[in-house]
């Protein structure tokens, strides 16, 4: 009867220990999980005239923003008005060469990514990681309304769909 319950006593510390190996190790792994899984929000396809000689040239684009969180989705909601009209002015600009090559739709995600950032009010992303270094935390209630000084939660842009006829 001792040894079983020595034998009891033994697991118990064994599985003790395992608990607490197994939970101070917990925290790294939620870190890893609190990194919130970026949101994504498509919007309405657009069709757009190319700038091509001629004009009968067009393109039908499909985008999608990732966004940092959901709580993101609101404030671009907000916004996407103004962001699809500058959209359709960026396409418009554009040729059907520069349109049917990687480097052409990479530059147009860039500038589309610079037109959500300026219609947003955040600083471009080489100013927003100044600005971030240089404001105190605190300082972020007594910042300008116009000028936002956090960084961009706008991530990327996104082509859901492409195509140029």
């Known amino acids: 009867m ?20 197994v939970a101070s190790r917990a925290p790294a792994d939620d870190e890893d999980a609190s990194r919130a899984a970026p949101v994504f929000l498509p919007m309405e396809s657009m069709v757009v005239n190319l700038a091509d000689s001629g004009g ?3 393109a039908q684009i499909g985008v999608t923003l990732e966004l940092e969180n959901a709580k993101v989705q609101e404030q671009v909601r907000a916004y996407l008005p103004n962001i699809r009209s500058g959209v359709l002015m960026l396409a418009s600009q554009r040729s059907t060469a520069e349109l049917l090559q990687r480097a052409g739709k990479e530059k147009l995600a860039a500038d589309i990514l610079a037109e959500v950032t300026r219609t947003m009010d955040y600083p471009p992303p080489a100013e927003s990681e100044r600005a971030q270094a ?9 910042a300008p309304a116009r000028r936002r ?13 492409f195509i140029v006829q």
């Open 2 to 21: 001792l040894l079983a319950g020595a034998a009891l006593a033994g697991v118990l510390v064994g599985a003790g220990a395992g608990a607490w190996f």
């Open 56 to 58: 009968d040239r067009f």
């Open 134 to 142: 240089d404001v105190p935390e605190d300082a972020a209630e007594h």
């Open 149 to 161: 000084t956090q960084r961009n939660p706008v991530r990327r842009v996104l082509f859901s769909s």
